[in-house]
């Protein structure tokens, strides 16, 4: 798998296309003015630069390194103790990674799905957390249909009544769905007197049998509350451009409200709400909720690093300039290597998420030197999150209240691109951004 696109398969060769489309963007770069292709891209993104983009990730990844560390050696007696092993290697690390979080948390996913029922999930967790934070409803439209059997509509309500739009939900798989999941724009958020939205999510959960509730894993759950997040930036939206509306933000700053809104899927109130037996009401046990409290964390080491990894070689190839674009096919692996190892953040049991010749995002999926913006959008998150649970919180709630949903709605996810998204940032928590959040975020800390 690690050597798809090398040569090995001369079909599937990717190395002199990949030196091709590098060469043409640096030159590209070069006649607009600027260093690299990484600088022409940054200019129009919030991070102030490649430095600082580097900068990040490096520290992030050095701080993943140390956890993967200390997790080989655990992972590694796991490997010793199989009579069938024959020790760790990249390719065990999954393996054993998944036996050490089964007897770590000791919750097992099929046991979690009677507990997390599609339309307890949105109506009672997804829909109370946006009613607790901006007060705002949704309400059944059985009556509009959406743009398949599956797809569910809802109208959106904001506290005083007002319509603010109509939600659509398709969750599941069928053929001809492409995969994933996603936010999408039936009709837009617009500027000043225009008609109101219609936003959709979209996913491919697993279809339930005829008459049977759909249940959930606990990534699909996570799932839900990133998509509605997305969703929320655009139904706030209140611009007098429909061009900076919602989403249309930069790339590096358009995952900000919908990996926000992930956090409440864990809050307690909420988590008590939406996870009950679909057949009981029983509610979720007092010690699987905080197993799924600390799994936010498990594995971080491996997970981290390999995107890092991957995000550090899209870096590598956007900072040449054309002179310095290699010209020998072969030597494409090579200068990965040595740039992962420049770094100092290559490890031989943690490949990269994505390596070069397979790299989708960087070289055909519009993420070229952009694959850190996940990282750069997670660092934001992390401080809201902190913003949160700090100055935002009311009698120990969270920030699960109206008074830190307006100013989130108000000084950010209303402005979308009316001014620069930093600033609607600023204008919450009071400050810039600190790499050390997302250490705290994802258990890297020496303090988490």
Not at 27 to 48: C, K, N, Q, W
Not at 196 to 219: H, S, Y
């Amino acid at each position: 798998s690690l050597n798809r696109g090398t040569g090995e398969d001369p079909g599937t060769d990717t190395r002199s296309r990949i030196l091709e489309i590098v060469g043409l963007r640096a030159e590209r770069a070069r006649l607009l003015g600027f260093p690299d292709h990484a600088s022409l891209v940054m200019e129009a993104e919030t991070i102030p630069g490649p430095d600082t983009a580097r900068d990040l990730l490096v520290s992030v990844g050095t701080s993943a390194l140390a956890r993967v560390g200390e997790d080989a050696l655990v992972l590694g007696d796991l490997a010793r103790q199989d009579p069938e092993g024959e020790g760790l290697t990249a390719a065990d690390w999954p393996y054993y990674e998944d036996r050490l979080r089964h007897r770590e948390l000791g919750v097992d996913a099929d046991a979690l799905r009677p507990y997390l029922s599609l339309d307890r999930v949105l109506e009672d967790g997804v829909f109370l957390a946006a009613n607790r934070l901006y007060g705002i409803t949704l309400h059944p439209r059985p009556d509009l249909r959406g743009w398949s059997a599956d797809a569910r509509v809802w109208e959106v309500h904001d506290e005083d009544g007002s319509a603010l739009g109509l939600f659509v939900g398709d969750w599941f798989s069928r053929p001809g769905k492409k995969g994933g999941a996603w936010m999408h724009e039936v009709v837009a958020p617009g500027g000043e007197g225009t008609g109101l939205p219609v936003i959709g999510n979209n996913a491919n959960f697993q279809r339930p049998a005829e008459g049977e509730p759909a249940l959930l894993t606990w990534d699909e759950v996570e799932t839900c509350f990133h998509e509605f997040g997305h969703a929320l930036h655009g139904f706030f939206s209140h611009t007098r451009y429909r061009c900076d509306a919602g989403t249309n933000v930069p790339r590096d700053f358009v995952e900000l409200p919908s990996q926000l809104n992930e956090m409440w899927a864990f809050h307690p109130e909420v988590l008590a709400h939406f996870a009950r037996r679909h057949d009981t009401g029983e509610p979720l046990p007092a010690e699987w909720a905080e197993a799924i409290s600390r799994s936010k964390t498990f594995g971080q080491g491996f997970a981290t690093l390999e995107f890092v990894e991957a995000a550090l070689i899209d870096q590598a190839w956007h900072r040449l300039a054309p002179s310095e674009v290699p010209t020998d096919p072969a030597g494409v692996p090579d200068f990965e290597d040595a740039a992962l190892e420049g770094y100092g953040v290559v490890s031989p049991l943690v490949p990269p998420r994505y390596r070069t010749t397979y790299f989708a995002h960087t070289f055909a999926g519009g993420y070229d030197a952009g694959y850190y913006s996940y990282m750069w959008a997670e660092t934001l998150v992390a401080e809201l999150e902190q913003w949160f649970r700090g100055p935002a919180a009311q009698d120990g709630d969270g920030g699960l209240n109206r008074a830190a949903g307006e100013a989130l709605r108000r000084e950010l996810l209303a402005r979308g691109d009316s001014r620069d998204p930093l600033e609607s940032f600023r204008a919450v928590v009071g400050h810039d951004a600190d790499p050390e959040s997302v250490l705290v975020r994802r258990g890297l800390s020496a303090d988490a």
